[in-house]
């Protein structure tokens, strides 16, 4: 909970929220998640990547 007042976030422009949400998220071990060890080699062959 980031703790801001309704009054505060009307207040601010929508990139000054976004910012700061996606700051705090960051800071606070949010985020995009990894799928794991990544694509398998068959997978990748199948989507036409070599050499990887």
Same mark, same amino acid.
């Given at each position: ?33 990894? *799928?794991? #060890? =990544? &694509? ?7 989507? *036409?990547? #070599? =050499? &990887?």
């Amino acid at each position: 909970m980031i703790g801001w007042t309704p009054e505060q976030v009307n207040q601010m422009g929508l990139w000054e929220f976004v910012a700061a949400t996606s700051g705090y998220a960051k800071a606070h071990g949010g985020g995009k998640k990894s *799928g794991g #060890e =990544g &694509m398998s080699d068959e997978r990748m062959r199948d989507l *036409g990547i #070599e =050499g &990887m």
